[in-house]
């Protein structure tokens, strides 16, 4: 069993910057990656960024393409979602999601970009 920990969430303003952390923790030796998925109001979820606890490989969608980063500190069990130059559009709730014998998901945190 893997347990996952969201914070960081809140408001930001157009332009601005949030960092969005995940604490991992319970069976993480069976984790092959981390990822962050959101989900919109009335919309489905979907996958953010992606990141490979083997060697380090990332992965985003083209909308966070360049404004986006996500990484991760092995010895804390953290991954983090550094979201720079932030649109309304990326307004929704954020999970972190990490894959191993199963998918893992914590309870979200809310973003609300807004001014």
């Known amino acids: 069993q893997v347990h996952l920990v969201e914070s960081g969430g809140g408001l930001g303003q157009p332009g601005g910057s949030l960092r969005l952390s995940c604490a991992a923790s319970?069976?993480?030796?069976?984790?092959?990656?981390m990822a962050w998925y959101r989900q919109a109001p009335g919309k489905q979820r979907e996958l953010v960024a992606v990141i490979s606890t083997t060697d380090g490989s990332t992965n985003y969608v083209d909308s966070v393409k360049g404004r986006f980063t996500i990484s991760r500190d092995a010895a804390k069990n953290t991954v983090y979602l550094q979201m720079n130059s932030l649109k309304p559009e990326d307004t929704a709730v954020y999970y972190c999601?990490?894959?191993?014998?199963?998918?893992?998901w914590g309870r979200g945190t809310q973003v609300t970009v807004s001014s």
């Open positions: 999601n990490a894959q191993g014998m199963y998918f893992y």
């Open positions: 319970g069976s993480i030796f069976s984790i092959s990656t």
